[in-house]
């Protein structure tokens, strides 16, 4: 048997085979985002509209989420984190990392992912791209006319600069 495609190391039909079919929902939030990156991957376009929190189908482009499925070779998944979404839960969130191919050049999404709990079905409510950290350097920056660091006493610009 095949494995899963949301690279949970399991096989398919005992992952998420049996969320997208519809014999068993989503246990938790974890779980239902693994679904839906699996139709992703399957063109599953139905799913992937009847997970989405029925507050937030409104705005849905069913079209185009088709396009991108379709046109996507999906490399795979990595979840990074997920905050609450488990089973006794009714919100939940999920960090993660989509690879994919579009086009001949690999991308990645990664988002920030709320999920929500409604008369015992998870549901995908919406996400953000998390935040850059900006990096601070600790000392100050050499100058092209400086010193060279590494100690030859040349300037910056004519030795490691």
Request: charge should be negative; glycine fraction near 8%.
């Amino acid at each position: 048997m095949a494995k899963c495609h949301c690279s949970s190391e399991l096989e398919f039909d005992n992952c998420c085979g049996p969320v997208l079919s519809g014999e068993r929902p989503a246990a938790t939030a974890e779980a239902l985002m693994r679904s839906r990156y699996s139709a992703y991957v399957c063109g599953e376009i139905d799913y992937l509209s009847e997970s989405l929190h029925p507050d937030h189908r409104a705005d849905h482009d069913v079209a185009a989420t088709k396009r991108w499925a379709e046109s996507a070779d999906w490399i795979g998944l990595e979840i990074r984190s997920t905050k609450d979404g488990a089973v006794e839960d009714v919100e939940g969130q999920v960090e993660f990392i989509v690879s994919y191919r579009e086009q001949g050049v690999v991308r990645n999404h990664h988002e920030i992912s709320r999920f929500k709990k409604d008369n015992g079905c998870w549901y995908y409510v919406d996400g953000d791209t998390p935040k850059v950290e900006t990096f601070v350097k600790d000392q100050p920056k050499v100058g092209r006319n400086d010193p060279c660091t590494c100690g030859s006493g040349k300037k910056y610009k004519k030795c490691c600069g």
